[in-house]
């Protein structure tokens, strides 16, 4: 069986920046331990599978995201990928694509200035104590931080860019946690506010652009800013630029992509 397999760097305008993602469209699905085993072939944060949807149902493709761990509820940058390759590789003439995925309705449009902008879900917080063991692994760790139910993350706030810059986490300790990651997040300086994502209960030590988080971090900074339109950056080593806006139980999260990479797998 010869499968197409594409590589896309999501949220940047240039290849070997944002966050890298496989794209397989799938004519059907593979068993779990297959798409599992190309995720961790592959070696990247998330390897997206999708299939096409019959006509007629309420979404165009169902859409699933593996980590070289695990399956994921929801990943945005391997969307945003998934959505450059059917806009640019598979013909999709309509402004938007509709995904089912495991998070519920998703969809992809193509803004003017083609920008791909992310629909997704709102998530909200839970304020607590701030975990022993967040306090160990990361130095300068606040009394207070958040947990994200519907994803198992917990999210820090720091004072600045500079400190979120800065933050070294023990990965073994934040593993020990027992749930997906930690976002560490504060105000930006040429930005409305910046994030940094450690996700070893994933298999990734840190990620390099994480849509996713973005469902949580825009809610919680269009609060404290008093403003909807929120303009990000995580910044990673390949760092990554997003538009966000929260709209009401939605949040839009834009970003650019860049097409690296095209070729063919073979499985038995």
């Known amino acids: 069986m010869i499968q197409p397999l594409y590589q896309v760097d999501a949220f ?43 006509e007629g149902d309420e979404a165009d493709f169902h ?10 509820p929801l990943c945005g940058h391997a969307t945003l990928a998934s959505a450059w ?25 193509q803004a003017d200035d083609g920008w791909l902008v992310l629909d997704f879900p709102n998530y909200a917080c839970q304020e607590q104590p ?24 917990y999210m820090v706030v720091l004072e ?4 979120v810059r800065a933050a070294q986490p023990d990965i073994r300790k934040l593993k020990q946690l027992g749930n997906l990651g930690l976002i560490v997040t504060a105000p930006g300086t040429a930005c409305d506010f910046v994030s940094r994502y450690f996700a070893p209960g994933g298999g990734i030590d840190e990620d390099p652009v994480t849509g996713s988080i973005h469902s949580v971090l825009v809610p919680y900074w269009s609060e404290k800013l008093g403003k909807t339109r929120l ?6 080593a390949r760092g990554g630029v997003l538009r966000c806006e929260l709209k009401s139980d939605r949040v839009d999260i834009a970003g650019q992509a860049a097409f690296y990479m095209e070729g063919s797998v073979y499985l038995p």
């Open 160 to 163: 600045d860019e500079a400190a």
């Open 63 to 72: 859409i699933r995201w593996f980590t070289p761990g695990i399956e994921v």
């Open 12 to 54: 940047t305008s240039r290849i070997f920046g944002g966050n890298p993602a496989a794209v397989m469209p799938l004519e059907s699905w593979l068993p779990d331990e297959t798409m599992l085993a190309l995720a961790i072939e592959n070696n990247l944060s998330e390897t997206a599978f999708f299939v096409r949807l019959p």
């Open 231 to 236: 303009d990000a950056r995580q910044i990673s």
């Open 130 to 153: 701030t975990p022993a063991l967040i306090r160990e692994a990361l130095e300068g760790a606040p009394d207070t931080a958040f947990f994200v139910p519907n994803d198992t993350n």
């Open 85 to 109: 390759v059917i806009f640019n590789k598979l013909g999709w003439n309509k402004e938007q694509i509709r995904f089912r995925s495991k998070s519920g309705p998703l969809s992809v449009r």
